[in-house]
């Protein structure tokens, strides 16, 4: 095999090598995508030298997800002890598999969240295959690491013919929740397998090292990457203090096992791991950044987020300290928007997007003042929310839970019925009457909810804006207040502007005020206002305005507590069922309008099951639509 080393990239390929330690670990998982609902890793494979510095290696099989989660802990618990003695210790893997399933099993059992945190903070895990990419070119047809081994003169101890039919049996067997049917012979076949994998990427960063060194013996110039720190803000740590303590007894006595819960266990238990989503999604969002700052200009032109080959056009505007400038850019796919904050390579801020066409190919951007005369190849988008009223919400929820119960009459009704999935409750009226159009049901239904939740779905062209915004018509003129909210302003204006149609069809007068960001520029037009100012519009609700819209931010506020008396969540297929009952509390009872086969909810964490759905696709479950006893279907028209 031939091949031949990459002009050396500063933070790139070789330079992503850290010292080697006595303590690193070189680390394979073996999973099974098809078991059961989401998958099944059932081999955690690690290789290390012990304290005395013999070859170890640690294969932990796991058969079930009770299993799983035994096996994640044993691992993260291992490495987390093994850094008190060996801090300079670094994970080896080879390709982005491992550190993502951490991520994703951190999530799905929400445990040792800080540790894996911490290791992800720290960089601790190392993806040879980054390394490889960026530094050599070789004479293979892809880049897996079987494919590299003649390169380092590594031998199997297992013929990789060998593993093929074993593997196929062994996932057959899982897939069928035949765990018990899987012979020991084949758990030894590939957990030699997997060894082979650990000691195969260890020799290769052995090789990598050799590589590094040979080229600095000829003069070129590799720096070691710069250590991260791994802590977590003592803000973070006391929020998951408040949290642990309140999951403890909302789980009290609720079994590990979902088939064993009633509803009323299975909705506690949901509510419990929902108290820490936002703080899962956060992590997401963080661990995205640090994967897009250490990508290349080549590797941001394959990225959504990213956008690469900009070359500086002209001033567009602006100011000459705070300039506007125009870029062109190379053909690609691209999820930038107007106001999306931008960061350089590296992770520098760099600006903000006023204007993009994807026609011209060109991007405005307004810059800081620090990066005014600076332009980059290559940029990607990153945002997150330091102030966030939601998780403080469910947090009373919780605490309400926990001392009340889930059911009954009381405060948070609305939310608990939608955690238990309730029928709609109604004053003094049937949720059906035989004979009646879709429309008056909806109407009538609105004006008898009793602290209940009520869901309207249908398929695109079903009307449910209309229906929406009628149901909302109707509501005022009873001399009742209404919110609206939804993931982004666009989908509240919409509505918004429904609603305003509807009224002057009807010769209803109406006020309706919309909770904008700071960067709205549009002027109030008549019978709708829009405030920039939360306590503006909470103030316009109390005094002048019958309908309020704002994104769940909004209405999360300890200050918008019962502020209307009926909230509708627009696309609720598209919000998760969390946000739905953080913004819960604003409102005597909830309208959910959506389509759950539309887009699924824009979500960036991983979850405990069932934690992570929408609101819409908690109440439907199984069920493709809405049963009449449950809801209204509206059918296309």
Known sequence: MKYEALPPIAGFGLSRLPAPSQGDIFFDFEGDPFVGEGGLEFLFGYSFLDHEGKPTYVGDWASDRREERAAFEHFVDFVTERLKSYPDLHIYHFAPYEPATMKRLMGRYASRENEVDNLLRAEIFVDLFAIVRHGIRASVESYSIKKLEPLYSFTRSVPLEDVGAVMARIQARLEMADAAGVPDADKD????????DCDSTAALREWLEALRASLIAGGEVIERPVPKPAEVSEKLGDWQKRVAVLVGRLTEGIPDDVAERTLKQQARWLLAFMLDFHGREKKAVWWEYFRLRDLS??????????????????AAGGTAKVPVHRYSFVLQDTDLRPDSELRSV???????????????????????????????????????????????ALFRLGQYVAENGIEGAGEHHAARDLLLSTAPRLKGESLQVKGEDRLKTATRVALALDQSVYPVQGPPGAGKTFTGARMICALVRAGKRVGITANSHKVIRNLLDEVVEAAGEEGLPIRCVQKVDEKHQENDLGSLKFAKKNEQALDALRTNSS??????????????????????IDEAAQMALANVLAVAQAAQSVVLLGDPRQLEQPIQGSHPDGVGVSALDHVLGPHATIPADRGLFLAET
């Open 189 to 196: 076949t590939i957990r030699g397998y997997n060894k082979d």
């Open 297 to 314: 200009a080549e590797d941001l032109l394959h990225e959504r987020a990213g956008l690469s080959g900009l070359t500086f056009k002209e």
């Open 346 to 392: 590296g992770g520098q801020k760099f600006g903000s997007v006023v204007a993009i066409s994807h026609e011209d190919r060109t991007i405005d951007i307004k810059k800081r003042g620090d990066t005014a005369e600076f332009h980059p190849e290559a940029v990607f988008a990153h945002k997150s929310m330091d102030r966030d009223e939601r998780p403080e």
């Open 547 to 568: 309908v309020g819209g704002g994104t769940s931010y909004f209405w999360a506020r300890p200050d918008a507590r019962l502020s209307v008396d009926v909230l509708f």
